[in-house]
């Protein structure tokens, strides 16, 4: 089964398959920039979109994009009902095409779908869509030979090597770094993932 056949499977009931709590990162985000006057915001692999939702309630005009349709579906529907709107559509990290720019930019869970080849040009992406003075917000599973493939571990999920998230940043401000390691009980069987974290700011 395809990533996008099980995500859209577990985006196709009414309920929020990831809930609707918005992620705690999101309020150093607003402290590091605050919405004041319009400030843009691009959320990539929104899925069911509380997160983006939460964004556009605080006052950003909001982006949004996910590779399933249920998500995008989903992430407009939490919009209307919270009175917000928002420009949420499908498209794929692999291939977007981005022309306008941004002053929050962030992916929670999802940059493990990025092919190896597409890394880099990921990144130089995230650089020309993020405004000078912008912050970004990324993290990312990591592998450490200590530690079991997570039970519901997805065959189209890539796993990065310790610290490589960090080394696409070298010319921006980092505001937090960090690399944490977590009990999780998802798929019933309690198990450990490991996760760096990076917040920067664009300085040039
Ligand atoms: C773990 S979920 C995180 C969703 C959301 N960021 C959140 O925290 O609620 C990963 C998301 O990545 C999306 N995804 C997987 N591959 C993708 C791709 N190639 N392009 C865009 N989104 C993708 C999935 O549809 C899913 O919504």
Known sequence: MSIRTNYEKWYSTEDYYWGLEPGDFLEELIQLCPPESGKKVLDI???????AVYMAQMG???????????????????????????NAYVDDINTFDIREQFDIVYSTGTIQYLFEQNKKEFFEKINRITQKNGVVYFNVFVEKTFLELPPDWDLEEKMWKS?????????????????????????????????????????I
């Open 45 to 51: 692999g929104c899925g069911e979109g509380k997160d």
């Open 60 to 86: 950003y005009d909001v982006s949004a994009f996910d590779l399933t349709e249920n998500g995008i579906r989903k992430t407009i529907k939490l919009a209307n009902a919270k009175n917000v709107s928002i």
């Open 163 to 203: 610290g490589e998230l960090f080394t696409f940043f070298p010319d921006w401000k980092t505001e937090r770094i960090d690399e944490v390691i977590f009990e999780d009980f998802s798929g019933g069987i309690p198990h450990f993932h490991c996760m760096d974290t990076i917040i920067c700011r664009k300085m």
